[in-house]
Structures are given as structure tokens and as C-alpha cells.
């Protein structure tokens, strides 16, 4: 069975670095907000809702690395069938500090946040306790401070927006 999801990498700039929005999911859990997609929605649509329902931040309070997205890929297993995940991220500062977390919904399927927390890069990486989430972390931390490699030919990278990025069609 296959799984598609997306979220967004949320940070904000603090005098001790970027600080990363975490969420706390219980025991050693710790995730950034993310959700899967509805049927026909779009990933980028789909990251804004599921961070507007999980902590209350809308798509005015983001400003996006529009050339920023990440994939991570990953199997698990629920009730004994396999399935295989994709989730893509986005990455967004914020200059609010406020997250509202979603009320539980019994019937709604779906990971429930406990808490969260807004941390530094080393703070983070202690957190997230899986590897990729840990390297899909250090990719925007780099972006970030503009320690990314440029895609070959470019020369400057590209400028921050506010405006939507486009979903583009995946190379395979």
C-alpha cells in the first residue's frame, strides 16, 4: 500500500540561530507538521492545511524558500501490511512564536501532537530521533544559512518569495 503526505519545515530567526517548530507525537516521537493528502489535492495545498489544522499557522504567517522541497521515502508496517511512504517537504520561516495545537478527534485518523517545541539546529537533531528526518533537517538548515550547493549553471540562488510555489511534476 502506498502513502502520500506533505509538510512544512517551519523555522524562525532567533539571535541564537534558526528555531525549528517540532512536534511532540509521544514516547521518543518527534516530527515536523505534516499530513497526508486529500483526494486530488495538490502536496503543497495539502502541507498548508495539515500545519494550518495541526498548529494553528496560517499560510499569511509563512514565507517560503520556494525552490526549497524534499522528499523523504520510507517503509513501515500498520496492522501487518507494509506500507510505503512519501512524504515532501517544504520549508517556510515564520515570525510567530504562537502554535495552537489541534483538538483531538477520535474518530480522525492520523498522528495527534502532544506538545512541541521550538528548537535550535543541535537542539532538533537530538530529537528527531530517526536518521532521515535528521538529514532532511540539516538540508534546510544549510539553505538556511545559505550554505547550499547550487543546481549547476545557476548563479545566485533563487530569492525568497511569499507568494505559492507551483507543484512540479516529479522527474523520475
Known sequence: MKEVSAGIIIYRKTKE??????????????????????EGEKSFRAALREVWEETG???????FKDWFRIQDHFVFTRDKQKIFKTVTYYLAETATTRVRLQEVDEEKQGERAYGYGWFTYPEALRVLMHRNLRSILKRAHDVILQRKSLPSGEKNPPRESRHVPVDRPQNK
Do not use: A, C, Q, T
Open 17 to 38: 540561530g534558526p528555531r525549528f517548530l517540532v512536534l511532540y507525537h509521544g514516547g521518543r516521537y518527534w516530527n515536523f507538521p505534516k499530513g497526508k493528502l486529500s
Open 57 to 63: 499557522i496560517s499560510e499569511r504567517d509563512l514565507r
